[in-house]
């Protein structure tokens, strides 16, 4: 009977989480929760409140304009190691916690706000270029496609400042990459 036991107990460790795929594409919705593995493809629509925990993944590329009961989203909270991508749409306030990841690249984020202790979450932000204003905690820049941003980081007293979790990815202009492979043939030459 012993070894009946260990080959279950492996086969139910080896087996992931049940996890399903959701897609939005139109329409409002009050809440949504994703658990486990799930997955949510956002391409329209709006969500008054998305939860994102345990190991879900957001891809969210696109919403209706934000209005209360609507469009867009009103708060987005990533939890435990949950991952998101966003690279449009719009977002009243966004909010990430524990060990989630986030990948922003384009789209309008209102307000961040990081809720992890110890600043293990983390947000990369790719853009062309940015400037923070510690004094007023507003993050400015220029999305890949040209569009601006302009995002309010907030901060909880205690807490590691959400500045202090993001990280920076460089677009380089299309003149600067020339340039640079230009250089890199003549020193190659020499």
């Known amino acids: 009977m012993r070894p009946f036991t260990t080959v279950l ?14 897609t ?26 998305i939860t994102a925990e345990d190991e879900s993944f957001l891809d969210i590329r696109n919403t209706s304009p934000f209005a209360v009961g609507s469009g867009g989203v009103g708060t987005l909270d990533m939890w435990d190691s949950s991952r998101l991508e966003f690279s449009g749409g719009q977002v ?23 809720e992890s202790q110890l600043g293990d979450a983390q947000i990369e932000i790719i853009c062309k270029g940015y ?20 995002i309010q980081l907030a901060d909880l007293t205690g807490y590691v400042p959400t500045y202090n979790i993001l990280e920076f990815t460089i677009i380089p202009e299309p003149m600067t990459l020339l340039l640079l492979s230009l250089g890199g043939l003549l020193i190659r030459r020499k």
Not at 32 to 49: E, H
């Open 92 to 114: 009243s306030g966004f909010y990430i916690d524990d060990y989630a990841t986030a990948v922003l690249s384009g789209g309008r984020i209102d307000k961040i706000r990081n």
């Open 24 to 49: 939005i594409t139109g329409g409002y919705f009050d809440i949504k929760v994703y658990r486990d593995y799930d997955t949510l493809l956002m391409t329209g629509g709006g969500v008054n409140s």
């Open 131 to 150: 400037n923070y204003n510690s004094q007023t905690k507003k993050l400015t820049g220029i999305w890949g496609n040209d569009s601006a941003f302009n």
């Open 9 to 22: 107990l492996v086969l139910t460790l080896a087996v992931p989480a049940f996890a399903t795929d959701y």
